[in-house]
């Protein structure tokens, strides 16, 4: 089994239900030649260069398993020929990536912020004790770079 992960970034200009409909569509031509793994929705992000005149993009991570790996090139002329998906790059993974559940991390995500309000919350009620934390850690920052000479060079 071969293993295959593409990051492909979206127009940034679409609603929710069009990024949804290209998302479909993408996994439907994947699904024609491979078995879709894991594909998680990184949200809307700010782009290194403008990319047709877009500032930002949405990105969308897909991995996927196929048999044959001769149907990723008509994959990747697909990719370059929809004109909603800005940039996309596929590459071959050494092994299978792990399965998420992208419901459960978005639930965790809210269960972590309910637990930090709970926790705000608590701080401004007396009846707590203060908690004295100790850090064991320790950095070592290792030596400083030394400074090099190359401003005391000349120019001739």
């Given at each position: 089994m071969?293993?295959?992960?593409?990051?492909?970034?979206?127009?940034?200009?679409?609603?929710?239900?069009?990024?949804?409909?290209?998302?479909?569509?993408?996994?439907?031509?994947?699904?024609?030649?491979?078995?879709?793994?894991?594909?998680?929705?990184?949200?809307?992000?700010?782009?290194?260069?403008?990319i047709?005149?877009?500032?930002?993009?949405?990105?969308?991570?897909?991995?996927?398993?196929?048999?044959?790996g001769?149907?990723?090139?008509?994959?990747e002329?697909?990719?370059?020929?929809?004109?909603?998906?800005?940039?996309a790059?596929?590459?071959?993974?050494?092994?299978?990536?792990?399965?998420?559940?992208?419901?459960?991390s978005?639930?965790?995500?809210?269960?972590?912020?309910?637990?930090?309000?709970?926790?705000?919350?608590?701080?401004?009620?007396?009846?707590?004790?203060?908690?004295?934390?100790?850090?064991?850690?320790?950095?070592?920052?290792?030596?400083?770079i030394?400074?090099?000479g190359?401003?005391?060079?000349?120019?001739?």
């Amino acid at each position: 089994m071969k293993y295959f992960e593409t990051l492909y970034i979206v127009n940034p200009n679409f609603e929710q239900s069009r990024l949804d409909t290209i998302i479909k569509d993408v996994e439907k031509n994947v699904a024609k030649f491979s078995k879709v793994i894991n594909q998680n929705i990184w949200g809307k992000k700010r782009l290194a260069y403008k990319i047709n005149n877009e500032k930002y993009g949405t990105f969308v991570l897909l991995n996927f398993e196929t048999e044959e790996g001769s149907s990723i090139a008509g994959f990747e002329s697909y990719m370059k020929l929809n004109t909603s998906v800005l940039r996309a790059q596929t590459i071959k993974l050494k092994s299978r990536p792990i399965e998420t559940d992208y419901e459960k991390s978005m639930q965790l995500d809210d269960e972590y912020k309910l637990q930090q309000s709970i926790e705000d919350s608590s701080i401004n009620d007396d009846s707590t004790e203060p908690v004295k934390v100790e850090n064991n850690n320790v950095i070592d920052e290792g030596e400083p770079i030394a400074e090099s000479g190359d401003n005391d060079i000349e120019k001739k």
